[in-house]
């Protein structure tokens, strides 16, 4: 017959757990390095994906089988290309305007705002040129090229400005009402700044690329 529960040895006591280490919160310098290398990383990875483009362009370009690199009617609208390529130009400059003012300590939210209104402008524009063009991604290879580089850059584009806009909008709310310094990290408003230097050093690396696209599909066709 099974001995019952009260005739069993008692289990030995377990020894006490020591007490939990707080793990104390990350200084600002960490994160501040953090974002500056990934946006240095994100611009290489940005590279290597839009030099796809680059080479699709010049190889069909060579190739031109049965002359259908681009058909007599393959016309980009130049109009809305200088205006695009100007909104994006004038968006990186009032962007790393934006940052040298945040070094100086002044107020850069007015620029980050004309940033982030002419980056979209652009986009805008870019969705205005497909509304007006009589041919797609379908009538040779040229059209091929200029409707896929130009729509995943218009998503990049709009990434890059969704992520100026979450520093506009931190940058209001610390103003209102600073972070909470008991968090993951030790006094983040301070990431405000080095999040404004990496944004501004990929938007500008990003309009480079943009203004290298304008040159390619427009000028050069």
């Not at 695009?84 to 945040?102: D, N, T, W």
């Not at 300590?105 to 007006?132: K, P």
């Amino acid at each position: 017959m099974a001995a019952s529960s009260e005739n069993l040895p008692l289990r030995p006591a377990a020894a006490p757990l020591a007490a939990a280490r707080e793990i104390p919160a990350e200084p600002p310098d960490v994160g501040a390095r953090a974002l500056s290398v990934a946006s240095r990383l994100l611009c290489g990875a940005t590279s290597f994906f839009f030099v796809a483009f680059v080479f699709a362009y010049f190889y069909l370009r060579s190739l031109d089988q049965d002359h259908m690199w681009r058909p007599a009617h393959i016309h980009p609208n130049q109009a809305l290309g200088v205006a695009f390529v100007a909104c994006l130009v004038a968006s990186a400059l009032a962007s790393i305007l934006a940052g040298r003012q945040m070094k100086a300590s002044r107020s850069w939210l007015s620029l980050g705002l004309a940033s982030l209104a002419l980056g979209l402008a652009a986009v805008a524009l870019q969705c205005v040129e497909y509304t007006t063009q009589h041919w797609g991604p379908t009538n040779g290879a040229y059209a091929s090229v200029f409707s896929g580089w130009t729509a995943f850059y218009m998503i990049a584009v709009l990434a890059t400005m969704f992520w100026l806009e979450t520093l506009v909008a931190t940058e209001l709310r610390a103003r209102r009402t600073p972070a909470h310094s008991q968090g993951d990290v030790h006094e983040p408003d301070r990431l405000i700044a080095p999040g404004l230097d990496a944004a501004v050093f990929y938007w500008s690396y990003l309009a480079a690329i943009g203004v290298l696209m304008y040159v390619i599909l427009y000028p050069l066709q």
